[in-house]
């Protein structure tokens, strides 16, 4: 069995003139959801062997959160990660290392909404610092697809 964490970055900074979309900061407000929901993903016991991040600051920072809070190595990055639709994605997931039995993925919306529906068929849109956990009955991540997976828990700030 393999499980999946979706964490969609917790809430940046608006309307910063001299930042691009890339480089948007986490609020205050957003490091402390992303420090919460960290906690509760610790405390539901679903901790990660491995983190993968766009390499956007927002969703960055909130990798690292989780990161610190889970006690795991720092997270990979993948630049397939930003702005990406399911398939870009699903891609990351289907190369993730197989003696991973849990991973996460930190990304954006809609492409992180859209896959929560591709993998489980349940229409949910994730806020931020939303994180899904899904399961999948198979040992391989390159076998994860449309409708291959559980949706065992979902929780947002």
């Not at 948007?24 to 490091?31: E, I, M």
């Not at 039995?101 to 930190?106: D, E, G, H, S, T």
């Not at 009955?137 to 449309?146: A, G, L, M, P, Y």
Request: aromatic share 6%; net charge negative.
């Amino acid at each position: 069995m393999k499980i999946l964490v979706l964490i969609r970055h917790a809430q940046a900074e608006n309307n910063l003139e001299e930042t691009t979309d890339f480089n948007r900061p986490l609020t205050t407000s957003g490091k402390s959801d992303a420090a919460k929901m960290a906690g509760q993903l610790k405390k539901a016991g679903t901790v990660p062997q491995v983190m993968i991040s766009s390499l956007a600051l927002r969703a960055l920072t909130t990798a690292n959160i989780f990161s610190n809070t889970l006690n795991l190595q720092e997270p990979q990055t993948d630049k397939r990660i930003y702005e990406a639709e399911v398939e870009a994605l699903l891609a990351v997931i289907n190369s993730v290392d197989n003696q991973n039995q849990v991973a996460a993925l930190v990304a954006h919306n809609s492409g992180i909404s859209d896959l929560l529906y591709y993998l489980t068929g349940k229409m949910t849109t994730m806020p931020t610092c939303a994180f899904a956990i899904i399961s999948f009955e198979t040992e391989h991540w390159n076998e994860v697809s449309i409708g291959t997976g559980k949706l065992l828990q979902y929780s947002f700030p």
